[in-house]
Every structure is written in structure tokens, then in C-alpha cells.
């Protein structure tokens, strides 16, 4: 039986010839990464393993991107904490507030994860990196340990599910959408242990971008990882951000997936996922008369720079509801710096958003835009559970940055198809 | 290995979110995270919680974040074992690197009712509900995994490689 293209990659890391879906292996580690919350926790467990050097100093990952800037005297600790061991193991690739940015956002654009890597990281949506056509995936503090003190990791190898993706989506149709599509059919459990392999003639109408947040929010449908294979867009952005050799793996035509589904993107409409669970999409057709609060712009899921260029588009010469509140943050100081340079935050200010540092903070309900009691928010990021942003009766509404931009506007869930011919 | 106590009991994709806020993740010393373990869903739980206890949920169960501090909350609260029917990845290899003990039975799962007295006999993989006379077949763990128990959790496991 042939081999998908993440037991390919698990099989070389593992030193195997072939590996079969449920078989155990240990595999070797092309980066570990933690941040701030996960990382504190992983240096404890390190120490009490016996270890005291990381495996390599260029292959550990540790990004403060959570609690910061430092939001508490707890937090500061924390921070603290893992500061000082990044610096006495000269760990290399700690990046500290003033070059960091949200981690999943910020180690492709640093050029620390290519094509054909095994990476895990102790946060769920290391997943991201799939897009780049390596294998990568979360997990939690001990095994972030075990990989920075052996550089290996144990996985049990995963079965596939096929998401064949063809047409080409419209205009305001994006990589978050079709994610919302995807995980709104499968469920929140539709992947579980699996992997999802995106295939298809539609992925070259999809931006990387639109590629990151779509194996980003993989995690969401419940899967081990979100993969693509590598095409010239990819080996462009691998190319252009690092200088480290790549190998492209593909899947055996007589792979075994035990599902497949086909996502024509060109019928696609922009999708917005209601509280409390990600599955529970609506296209925006659907979604009725939502009055909102609050809108986010960011997060690893969608800031980027497209992300960011898709909501200035929206929001240019227009002015963000009264007593609504707009809070962008772009994913990465270097993402900061282009959209000042394209004028988009000039764009995101005059509309009356507040622009902020790159910050996990208001995705998981830490810091920088916590909601109230009864209050609702609309946000680009990943997951809209129960008290996620806040208040136990709050509630996320999961969307692209078009939508959340149109939203912001609106005062309510709203189309950014409708806002072409002015606010109706 | 055996453990025996009274159930609480939830439904599905209980998410690392509500098990333990992320407004609480500023610590990771587990008898502080255990006060706020499961509060957004049930503020009874860590008042009602007696060593031994068992937590029962269905599909997904620790779905969400890859945050430790989810099973570390659940251990520090006294819970002696979860059943699932099905558990989320990461929290799946979590649990077992922190040595919380977890078990799938998509029966035990389904007939398990909140205050039920329930036995696991992790050897064998059956689940006794004592309150109601069944006997419940769970999934047995991988020999990997079986290594991981035996020495208590992932730390142990690394110690005789480092």
C-alpha cells in the first residue's frame, strides 16, 4: 500500500522505509517550538527528565507571544522564566518583544520551517506550517520537553482524509472560508488522530497565505495536520525566507485516505462560524441580524499581510460603527511594517480601529480586548467557545478579515459583497 | 491498576478552554489551576469533587488548546480517571505524559449517568458501574502506550534516554 505524503515524512524522520496508519514510531525533530504559556511548563518537565542542554540550539523555537507585552506580574514570570533559559542554553531562536511576533505567523516568516520538516510545538495550531509542506503538529509541555532534551518525538502515524479543492473561489471568498466550509461539513471531530491532505487544481488559486490559515485552523476539525503539497508558490516563499535545503515529498498514487471529499471554492460563499463551537457555520447569507460589540482583526489563523490588505480594502474612506470597537493586530513586527508602508494602518486608524502590537492576548481571552457579559465580538481568529474571548456569557463569531472588516462597519454581521455599492 | 468513584458526567467536545480558562494560565501549579477546573461549565464540580472521582464525556473530550494545564487541573482536582468516547489528540497524549489516567468506551460512555459509582480495571480494560450492575468493555492502550503508564508519564520514559 502506497503512503500519503505525512507518513512519507514521518517514515525518512523515523528512519524507516514505510510506516502504516496506527503504527508507533519515533521520529526525529527538524524544530521545537514554545511560547509563553506552554514553554514555562516544558522547561520544569526538561529539568526533571534529567536533561540540561537542549538537543541543538538552532532547533528550539521559543516565542513569548501569549501574555505579552507582559500583562500581569504572573505573566512577567512566566516570561521571565523562559527568558533566562533561552539565554543560558544560547538557544538561538528567542525572540523577544520588539522582533517577535505571533509564533505560527513569525517561524515561517523567519525561514526557520521548510518543505519536508518535522516540527512540534506546544501549541495547537502549530499545524500551520502544513501549508509549507512540512509535517507539523501541537502538542502539549512534556513532549515539548522530551523533544528539546532528545530531539525525537513519539507519534502514532496517521490515516488521511483527501480534501480535493477545485475551482477558484470569488472575490471575497478566502483561505478562512473555505476552512469554516471544511470544518462546518466534517465536524470539530471530523479529523480526529487524522491528517488532511488538500490536493487539487484549486490550490493555485489560493494565496500562502490563504494556505497558512487553512492548516492553521486543521487542529479545528480535530487533525493530527493540514498538509499541501509544495508548488512554485511555495518553493517561491521558502526560497525567499530561508536558506535552508528543502525536500518535497508527495503521496503514493495508491495512497489510502479514508475519506474523500472535493470542495468546489468557485460556489463557495463567505462563511461565518456561530458560538460556541467552530462547526456551527452559516454562509453569510444566512446569518441573520447579529449586533455586535467588538470586532478582532489578527491572530496565526488571519494576520497576515493579505489579511490585513483584505480588511483595508474593506475599510478604506469608511468609519467603524459608533460605539463599536475594531482592534486590528498585525501577526508579526515585520507584517506591522509593511502594512505601514502600504498605508494601511494609516487606512485602519482613520476608520477609527485601534492598531495593536502582535499578541496571541484577545484570541484566547488573555489580554487587549477581553469581552464583557452579554457582549458579542466577531474575530478572525480561531476558536469561538465558551468564554474564550471573556465572560462566560459572551459570545465569538468566527469570520474571514472581509467580513469582520464589513462588520466593523456595519455595527452587525455583514457581507462585504453588499458595502460595494456603499453601506446599505 | 483499579480505581473507583462517583461520576460527573458531560456531553460532547468539552473543549481545554472550559476545563481551564486561558485567565487562569498565568500559573501553571496545578493546585492553583485545579480551583477553576471546569468552572465555566459546571462551578459546582471543584466543591463536589472527592478523590477517586471519575469524569465521563462523550465524543471529543479536550478538544482546543494543547494547553498541559488542562489535564494537570483535572489530576490536581482528585479525578482518578476519564472516560470518553472518543478524547482530542493532543489531550490524548497529554494525559498520558502527565500520568492522568484516561480510558475510551463508547458504551461506558453512553450509559455511564452523572453520580453513578463506576470501577476501571485499567489491567483488563473493563468498566464496572456498580449503581446500575453493567459491565462496560473499554478500548485497550497500545503497547506504547502501556510503556508510557507503566513509568507514570513521559518524564520517566526520557529519563532512561537523556
Given at each position: 500500500?502506497?503512503?500519503?505524503?505525512?507518513?512519507?515524512?514521518?517514515?525518512?524522520?523515523?528512519?524507516?522505509?514505510?510506516?502504516?496508519?496506527?503504527?508507533?514510531?519515533?521520529?526525529?525533530?527538524?524544530?521545537?517550538?514554545?511560547?509563553?504559556?506552554?514553554?514555562?511548563?516544558?522547561?520544569?518537565?526538561?529539568?526533571?527528565?534529567?536533561?540540561?542542554?537542549?538537543?541543538?540550539?538552532?532547533?528550539?523555537?521559543?516565542?513569548?507571544?501569549?501574555?505579552?507585552?507582559?500583562?500581569?506580574?504572573?505573566?512577567?514570570?512566566?516570561?521571565?522564566?523562559?527568558?533566562?533559559?533561552?539565554?543560558?542554553?544560547?538557544?538561538?531562536?528567542?525572540?523577544?518583544?520588539?522582533?517577535?511576533?505571533?509564533?505560527?505567523?513569525?517561524?515561517?516568516?523567519?525561514?526557520?520551517?521548510?518543505?519536508?520538516?518535522?516540527?512540534?510545538?506546544?501549541?495547537?495550531?502549530?499545524?500551520?506550517?502544513?501549508?509549507?509542506?512540512?509535517?507539523?503538529?501541537?502538542?502539549?509541555?512534556?513532549?515539548?520537553?522530551?523533544?528539546?532534551?532528545?530531539?525525537?518525538?513519539?507519534?502514532?502515524?496517521?490515516?488521511?482524509?483527501?480534501?480535493?479543492?477545485?475551482?477558484?473561489?470569488?472575490?471575497w471568498?478566502?483561505?478562512?472560508?473555505?476552512?469554516?466550509?471544511?470544518?462546518?461539513?466534517?465536524?470539530?471531530?471530523?479529523?480526529?488522530?487524522?491528517?488532511?491532505?488538500?490536493?487539487?487544481?484549486?490550490?493555485?488559486?489560493?494565496?500562502?497565505?490563504?494556505?497558512?490559515?487553512?492548516?492553521?485552523?486543521?487542529?479545528?476539525?480535530?487533525?493530527?495536520?493540514?498538509?499541501?503539497?509544495?508548488?512554485?508558490?511555495?518553493?517561491?516563499?521558502?526560497?525567499?525566507?530561508?536558506?535552508?535545503?528543502?525536500?518535497?515529498?508527495?503521496?503514493?498514487?495508491?495512497?489510502?485516505?479514508?475519506?474523500?471529499?472535493?470542495?468546489?471554492?468557485?460556489?463557495?460563499?463567505p462563511?461565518?462560524?456561530?458560538?460556541?463551537?467552530?462547526?456551527?457555520?452559516?454562509?453569510?447569507?444566512?446569518?441573520?441580524?447579529?449586533?455586535?460589540?467588538?470586532?478582532?482583526?489578527?491572530?496565526?489563523?488571519?494576520?497576515?499581510?493579505?489579511?490585513?490588505?483584505?480588511?483595508?480594502?474593506v475599510?478604506?474612506?469608511?468609519?467603524?460603527?459608533?460605539?463599536?470597537?475594531?482592534?486590528?493586530?498585525?501577526?508579526?513586527?515585520?507584517?506591522?511594517?509593511?502594512?505601514?508602508?502600504?498605508?494601511?494602518?494609516?487606512?485602519?486608524?482613520?476608520?477609527?480601529?485601534?492598531?495593536?502590537?502582535?499578541?496571541?492576548?484577545?484570541?484566547?481571552?488573555?489580554?487587549?480586548?477581553?469581552?464583557?457579559?452579554?457582549?458579542?465580538?466577531?474575530?478572525?481568529?480561531?476558536?469561538?467557545?465558551?468564554?474564550?474571548?471573556?465572560?462566560?456569557?459572551?459570545?465569538?463569531?468566527?469570520?474571514?478579515?472581509a467580513v469582520?472588516a464589513a462588520?466593523?462597519?456595519?455595527?452587525?454581521?455583514y457581507n462585504p459583497e453588499k458595502l460595494?455599492?456603499?453601506?446599505? | 491498576?483499579?480505581?473507583?468513584?462517583?461520576?460527573?458526567?458531560?456531553?460532547?467536545?468539552?473543549?481545554?478552554?472550559?476545563?481551564?480558562?486561558?485567565?487562569?494560565?498565568?500559573?501553571?501549579?496545578?493546585?492553583?489551576?485545579?480551583?477553576?477546573?471546569?468552572?465555566?461549565?459546571?462551578?459546582?464540580?471543584?466543591?463536589?469533587?472527592?478523590?477517586?472521582?471519575?469524569?465521563?464525556?462523550?465524543?471529543?473530550?479536550?478538544?482546543?488548546?494543547?494547553?498541559?494545564?488542562?489535564?494537570?487541573?483535572?489530576?490536581?482536582?482528585?479525578?482518578?480517571?476519564?472516560?470518553?468516547?472518543?478524547?482530542?489528540?493532543?489531550?490524548?497524549?497529554?494525559?498520558?505524559?502527565?500520568?492522568?489516567?484516561?480510558?475510551?468506551?463508547?458504551?461506558?460512555?453512553?450509559?455511564?449517568?452523572?453520580?453513578?459509582?463506576?470501577?476501571?480495571?485499567?489491567?483488563?480494560?473493563?468498566?464496572?458501574?456498580?449503581?446500575?450492575?453493567?459491565?462496560?468493555?473499554?478500548?485497550?492502550?497500545?503497547?506504547?502506550?502501556?510503556?508510557?503508564?507503566?513509568?507514570?508519564?513521559?518524564?520517566?520514559?526520557?529519563?532512561?534516554?537523556?
Amino acid at each position: 500500500m502506497g503512503m500519503t505524503m505525512t507518513q512519507k515524512i514521518l517514515a525518512e524522520h523515523a528512519g524507516v522505509k514505510c510506516v502504516e496508519p496506527g503504527q508507533f514510531i519515533e521520529a526525529k525533530l527538524d524544530m521545537v517550538l514554545g511560547n509563553d504559556i506552554t514553554g514555562p511548563v516544558a522547561i520544569k518537565e526538561f529539568y526533571k527528565m534529567g536533561a540540561n542542554k537542549v538537543f541543538h540550539k538552532d532547533k528550539v523555537a521559543l516565542v513569548p507571544d501569549h501574555f505579552t507585552p507582559n500583562k500581569d506580574i504572573k505573566s512577567a514570570d512566566q516570561c521571565k522564566y523562559m527568558r533566562e533559559f533561552a539565554h543560558s542554553q544560547g538557544v538561538t531562536n528567542y525572540f523577544e518583544i520588539g522582533e517577535m511576533g505571533i509564533e505560527h505567523a513569525l517561524l515561517p516568516e523567519k525561514g526557520l520551517v521548510v518543505a519536508g520538516d518535522v516540527v512540534i510545538g506546544a501549541d495547537s495550531h502549530t499545524c500551520t506550517y502544513g501549508a509549507l509542506g512540512a509535517f507539523s503538529t501541537g502538542v502539549g509541555s512534556t513532549d515539548m520537553a522530551a523533544g528539546m532534551a532528545t530531539g525525537e518525538s513519539w507519534f502514532k502515524v496517521p490515516s488521511a482524509i483527501k480534501l480535493n479543492l477545485i475551482g477558484k473561489p470569488s472575490k471575497w471568498v478566502s483561505g478562512k472560508d473555505i476552512i469554516l466550509h471544511i470544518i462546518g461539513k466534517i465536524g470539530v471531530d471530523g479529523a480526529l488522530y487524522k491528517s488532511m491532505e488538500f490536493v487539487g487544481d484549486g490550490i493555485k488559486n489560493l494565496t500562502m497565505d490563504d494556505r497558512f490559515t487553512i492548516s492553521n485552523m486543521a487542529i479545528e476539525a480535530g487533525a493530527k495536520n493540514g498538509i499541501f503539497p509544495v508548488d512554485e508558490l511555495t518553493k517561491d516563499y521558502i526560497k525567499s525566507h530561508s536558506n535552508r535545503a528543502f525536500k518535497i515529498y508527495e503521496a503514493d498514487t495508491d495512497a489510502f485516505y479514508d475519506e474523500e471529499y472535493t470542495i468546489d471554492l468557485s460556489i463557495l460563499r463567505p462563511t461565518v462560524s456561530f458560538p460556541h463551537i467552530p462547526e456551527n457555520t452559516r454562509t453569510i447569507d444566512q446569518v441573520g441580524e447579529v449586533n455586535l460589540d467588538q470586532v478582532v482583526i489578527g491572530s496565526c489563523t488571519n494576520g497576515r499581510i493579505d489579511d490585513l490588505r483584505a480588511a483595508a480594502k474593506v475599510l478604506k474612506g469608511k468609519k467603524v460603527k459608533k460605539g463599536l470597537r475594531a482592534i486590528i493586530f498585525p501577526a508579526t513586527q515585520s507584517i506591522y511594517l509593511q502594512a505601514m508602508e502600504e498605508g494601511l494602518i494609516r487606512i485602519f486608524i482613520e476608520a477609527g480601529a485601534v492598531v495593536s502590537t502582535p499578541t496571541c492576548g484577545p484570541c484566547l481571552g488573555g489580554h487587549m480586548g477581553i469581552l464583557a457579559e452579554g457582549e458579542r465580538c466577531i474575530a478572525t481568529t480561531n476558536r469561538n467557545f465558551l468564554g474564550r474571548m471573556g465572560h462566560v456569557k459572551s459570545e465569538v463569531y468566527l469570520a474571514s478579515p472581509a467580513v469582520a472588516a464589513a462588520s466593523a462597519i456595519a455595527g452587525k454581521i455583514y457581507n462585504p459583497e453588499k458595502l460595494e455599492g456603499g453601506l446599505r | 491498576m483499579k480505581t473507583k468513584g462517583r461520576v460527573f458526567k458531560y456531553g460532547d467536545n468539552i473543549d481545554t478552554d472550559v476545563i481551564i480558562p486561558a485567565r487562569y494560565l498565568s500559573t501553571a501549579d496545578p493546585e492553583e489551576l485545579k480551583k477553576h477546573c471546569m468552572e465555566d461549565i459546571d462551578k459546582e464540580f471543584i466543591k463536589d469533587v472527592k478523590p477517586g472521582d471519575i469524569i465521563v464525556g462523550q465524543k471529543n473530550f479536550g478538544c482546543g488548546s494543547s494547553r498541559e494545564h488542562a489535564p494537570i487541573a483535572i489530576k490536581a482536582s482528585g479525578i482518578s480517571c476519564v472516560i470518553a468516547e472518543s478524547f482530542a489528540r493532543i489531550f490524548y497524549r497529554n494525559s498520558f505524559n502527565i500520568g492522568l489516567p484516561i480510558i475510551e468506551s463508547t458504551e461506558a460512555a453512553e450509559k455511564i449517568e452523572a453520580g453513578d459509582e463506576v470501577e476501571v480495571d485499567f489491567d483488563n480494560g473493563k468498566i464496572k458501574n456498580i449503581t446500575k450492575g453493567e459491565t462496560y468493555k473499554a478500548q485497550s492502550y497500545p503497547e506504547f502506550i502501556q510503556k508510557i503508564i507503566q513509568r507514570n508519564g513521559l518524564v520517566n520514559y526520557i529519563k532512561a534516554k537523556v
